[in-house]
């Protein structure tokens, strides 16, 4: 099978392996985990902040940071497919306090001036403004990319309207990769950021909060009361070194396969996706019968992910060799051939 549900399908290569065997390790809660502090110092320096923080999962940082930088009983702008609004089983809501003021952007990217329309002031009744959200890369808007000058204006805003800005950068190497962009200069706009060396960076486990030092201790008792406190932790870290080490200039090789697949898909049905626009390395194929198309695809040996009844999704990563890439196209190109003209109309219309 060409798994291409998602980059978090990747297994650790045979160097993080042997990272893992080897990796010198202490309890992390008492902060003696020569290999977690390791890869907190240098997950630091890659985003050009002063402290990091490991934690578990991606969904455990943005949570923290929404602990952190948002207060309980005030709104989050954030846009409309984020991860932190569909996927964290409203953890905002339920552990962070918050409710989420959603904006919808084109290609799950926010316009600067969208965010300052969401944004409300602290005026008690109304509920106030206390975060505004940007996901790198925007995983439902197809692996968007907020470009530095984009980034920049929104920037802008939040600082005018005194609302600190937060970054879910799950993928953010994967936007400095696509456009030869220094992930600092990401971080250098926000006042905290989380990346995952557990995506297409290959590594089995590891998000990383980012930003200030009072903010990281903050998180890291944070960390704690959520129970993310990890003991040996070095074991997994090990494999996070490796991951920023080596795994990081490949990426390239994924925003590739990515558009060999959108190319082929556009070639067959013009309209389902334009592979100019395939930045990173996450292909969306829209207004198709996603079921259809999925359960074709796994009858030929390719996983895909249906998103909603009309989206289908193909994420390229490590364990996607080129190979693999060529003959996922072929069999796409073969699968949207095959499928009736006009398609599937939406449940209940
Ligand atoms: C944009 C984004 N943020 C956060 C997460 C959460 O990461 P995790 O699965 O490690 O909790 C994901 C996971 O796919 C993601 O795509």
Redesign the pocket.
Known sequence: MIDLR?D?VTRPTPPMRRAMAEADVGDDVYGEDPTVIRLEEEAAARLGRPAALLCP????C?QLWLRVLARPGTEVVVEADA?LVN?EGGAGALLGGVQFRTVTGERGLLAPGDVAAAIRPDRFPITPTSLVCI?QTA?RGGGSVYELDRLEAIRKVTANAGVPLYC?G??VFNAAVATGTDPAAYAALVDGLMF?V??ALGAPVG?LMVGEADAIAEARVWRSRYGGAMRQAGVVAAAGLVALEQMVERLAEDHAHAHLLASAAAEVRAGIVDADRVETNIVMLEGVDAAAVVAALRQEGVLAGAMDPRTVRMVTHPDVSGDDAERAAAVLTRVLAALPASPAPPPGG
């Open positions: 998602s978090t999962s991606g969904t455990m943005n991860h996927y996901e995983n879910d799950a993928r995952c557990s995506k998000s």
